[in-house]
């Protein structure tokens, strides 16, 4: 293997070692000024759009321990390394990003908390709330009782203040 190659796959793979998911993405007529944006969107999250040939992409892979299906990767392959424990939010700005733009880009599959799935899955995941969304609606089922009860009780004092007077 040349010196380049073998600098790109050692390359590849210290991200994908580094990255907590990727989500693997095929892309067609991808404009750079589109890719421009995704790629920020992306930087804002943590996350990293990579476009990589598809046998440097699966040496890597295999190097660092992740099965990729070879027949999964159609057309031109796209890595999005994401740096942070959340990854749905990525997943998110994918999906929003691929609706927004004619569907140039199309998830193949991901990895998510150390398990590869399927682009069908991965899209249903970053329909999911996120993990602030999550928590603030668990602390309002927990609240809500409460603030009930709460009014009822003023509800009720202001009957009884209403037949005092």
């Known amino acids: 293997m040349r010196k380049e190659k073998q600098l790109l796959l050692d390359e590849i793979k210290d991200k994908i070692d580094a990255a907590k998911a990727m989500i693997i993405t095929s892309y067609t007529a991808l404009a750079p000024n589109a890719s421009w944006v995704l790629r920020d969107q992306l930087a804002k999250l943590g996350s990293q759009l990579e476009v990589v040939r598809k046998r440097v992409f699966l040496k890597a892979a295999e190097q ?50 150390g398990i590869m799935r399927p682009g069908s899955e991965v899209e249903m995941l970053s329909k999911l709330p996120g993990i602030d969304e999550m928590r603030a609606e668990l602390i309002g089922l927990f609240i809500a009782p409460m603030a009930q009860m709460l009014s009822v009780l003023e509800q009720k004092s202001q009957q009884n203040e209403e037949v005092i007077l």
């Open 64 to 113: 660092s321990g992740v099965k990729i299906d070879e027949t999964l990767l159609k057309g031109h392959v796209g890595v999005v390394f994401v740096g942070e424990a959340d990854s749905l939010p990525s997943a998110k700005v994918i999906f929003k990003f691929s609706e927004e733009n004619s569907k140039v880009l199309s998830v193949l599959c991901g990895q998510v908390e």
